[in-house]
């Protein structure tokens, strides 16, 4: 092997490589978004805990640090579960933490399901 697993040197190895990289960045921002909030705030927005939402994220990381790492390709089941667990973080929890937090911005475009 040349150090880099599966992936090779080839277009194909940098793409997957710049895809493992920005899915690894993704969670570790995840996880420190999910750490900076007040356990308080998770309860109050409607969500699981912090110990959970942290739990989740930091596993997620963890996958996605260890197959860029390992230059597996990032299109297998354990990244994608990884990107998807960090996304559900970012898409559902982290503006309902910003809310009750007060840093997600008021909006006058009110719908019957927030924002438009």
């Known amino acids: 092997?040349?150090?880099?697993?599966?992936?090779?040197?080839?277009l194909a190895g940098i793409i997957s490589l710049l895809l493992a990289a920005a899915a690894a960045g993704?969670?570790?921002?995840?996880?420190?978004?999910?750490v900076r909030?007040?356990?308080?705030?998770?309860v109050a927005a409607g969500k699981r805990t912090k110990t959970f939402w942290?739990?989740?994220v930091a596993v997620c990381f963890a996958v996605g640090l260890?197959?860029?790492l390992s230059g597996s390709s990032p299109l297998n089941l354990?990244?994608?579960?990884?990107?998807?667990g960090a996304a559900v973080y970012l898409a559902d929890v982290r503006p309902a933490l910003q809310r009750v937090s007060g840093r997600g911005g008021s909006s006058s475009h009110q719908g019957p399901y927030g924002p438009w």
């Not at 354990?78 to 998807?84: K, R």
């Open 37 to 42: 909030h007040r356990p308080d705030a998770y």
């Open 78 to 84: 354990f990244e994608i579960a990884a990107v998807v």
């Open 26 to 34: 993704m969670q570790l921002f995840a996880l420190i978004d999910a």
């Open 1 to 10: 092997m040349n150090g880099f697993g599966a992936i090779g040197f080839g």
């Open 66 to 68: 260890l197959i860029l």
């Open 54 to 56: 942290v739990a989740i």
